[in-house]
């Protein structure tokens, strides 16, 4: 009997344990308003809420290669376009969230509809961090289609020969 009511408790506590754990879907969502609210802070200029996402030590990697900025760095950078009306407009158009078994990671990627360019990509990890969500990588990459490289990789690499 005592054997029985032992793996009983085992059971229904790992049921426990799982229900009583962040519902997979519920990260998903709050991690999806958080980075829909990042992107409107840069839109409407809101420096304390975009910067206020990132968490201590985070890396931004923006499109030009030598765009690899702590959080530091790109508050320093970004400054004069939080000065704006508006920073930039990036809006998700699609966006797919995963989430790690423990709910305290999450990790994403998304299309973005640009006001000052084409089609770009982002992806991020997210960290839970006393109760609040932020960002401790965020990359954005510019979407290039593949028929396309013949005719914009001589201008790339033209940007990246040394100035004369």
Sequence with gaps: MGVRFLMAMLVLGGVWAEAAGPAE????GEVDRVMTA?????????????F????PG???IG???KERWTK?????WAAPYFKRDSAWVFRATQRNVFVSSDGSTAWFDELLDSKSYWPT?????LSLI???????QYVMSFTIPNDSVKEIKPIVLKAFEPAK
């Design 63 to 65: 499109t030009d290669a």
């Design 52 to 55: 206020g996402t990132l968490a």
């Design 25 to 28: 879907d519920v990260v998903k």
């Design 58 to 60: 985070a890396i931004f």
């Design 121 to 125: 990509r982002g992806s991020g990890v």
């Design 72 to 76: 530091e760095e790109l508050e320093t």
């Design 38 to 50: 990042w992107h409107h802070a840069a839109a409407v200029a809101d420096g304390a809420t975009y």
């Design 130 to 136: 006393d109760g609040k969500w932020l960002l401790r």
